[in-house]
T-cell receptor, first 106, second 114 residues
Framework: GIQVEQSPPDLILQEGANSTLRCNFS?????LQWFHQNPWGQLINLFY???GTKQNGRLSATTVATERYSLLYISSSQTTDSGVYFC????????FGAGTRLTVKP | GAGVSQTPSNKVTEKGKYVELRCDPI?????LYWYRQSLGQGPEFLIY????????DSGLPNDRFFAVRPEGSVSTLKIQRTERGDSAVYLC????????????FGPGTRLTVT
């Protein structure tokens, strides 16, 4: 099956800093999603982005399907951005990466 | 509109017992998915329904796990002879489109097997 690798595994930022999270995948995919899992465990949709670039407020994402990676950008981070960010890809089934745990300190 | 709902939110059961976990997808979503998430890991795919039929059940770990979606809406994940290793958060998601379209997740059911 498809392998999904996310980096970095852990990231600690000061409030206001910018960050880039990366997702590499091992094969062609039909779909790719970014999620934020909040401290209560709820998975919140950030982007559905099988290719191209999207922006939503302080967050943006880019997927380069031909090179098998996606990037999630967080600008001007806030403490409420803390949590785990997952990349999930689907080819024949849906695979999640292990996530990036982000901690934003005030 | 209402999101994906799951019941119960928490379930504690003894080893060897049978449990049922329920998922109500977003109204009109034809596809429904079950995942399992252990502590510190990403969700692990279990099974995917398109309508009433299981389109892909390759993620079910063994024959103690079974899921149904008889009317193409609500789904029940059934676990027989529970083991302590089954303890995890069980997540349900639904999507509007067939195939593996954009998925929306419920809050999960935390299962603890003692």
């Amino acid at each position: 099956g498809i392998q999904v690798e996310q980096s970095p595994p852990d990231l600690i930022l000061q409030e206001g800093a910018n960050s880039t999270l990366r997702c590499n995948f091992s094969d062609s995919v039909n779909n790719l999603q970014w999620f934020h899992q909040n401290p209560w465990g709820q998975l919140i949709n950030l982007f559905y982005i099988p290719s191209g670039t999207k922006q939503n407020g302080r967050l943006s994402a880019t997927t380069v399907a031909t090179e098998r990676y996606s990037l999630l950008y967080i600008s001007s981070s806030q403490t409420t951005d803390s949590g785990v960010y997952f990349c999930a890809v689907s080819g024949n089934d849906m695979r999640f990466g292990a996530g990036t745990r982000l901690t934003v300190k005030p | 509109g209402a999101g994906v709902s799951q019941t119960p939110s928490n379930k504690v059961t003894e080893k060897g017992k049978y449990v049922e976990l329920r998922c109500d997808p977003i109204s009109g979503h034809t596809a429904l998915y079950w995942y399992r998430q252990s502590l510190g890991q990403g969700p692990e795919f279990l099974i995917y329904f398109q309508g009433t039929g299981a389109a892909d059940d390759s993620g079910l770990p063994n024959d103690r796990f079974f899921a149904v979606r008889p009317e193409g809406s609500v789904s029940t994940l059934k676990i027989q002879r529970t083991e302590r290793g089954d303890s995890a958060v069980y997540l349900c998601a639904s999507s509007l489109a067939g195939g593996l379209g954009e998925q929306y997740f419920g809050p999960g059911t935390r299962l603890t097997v003692t």
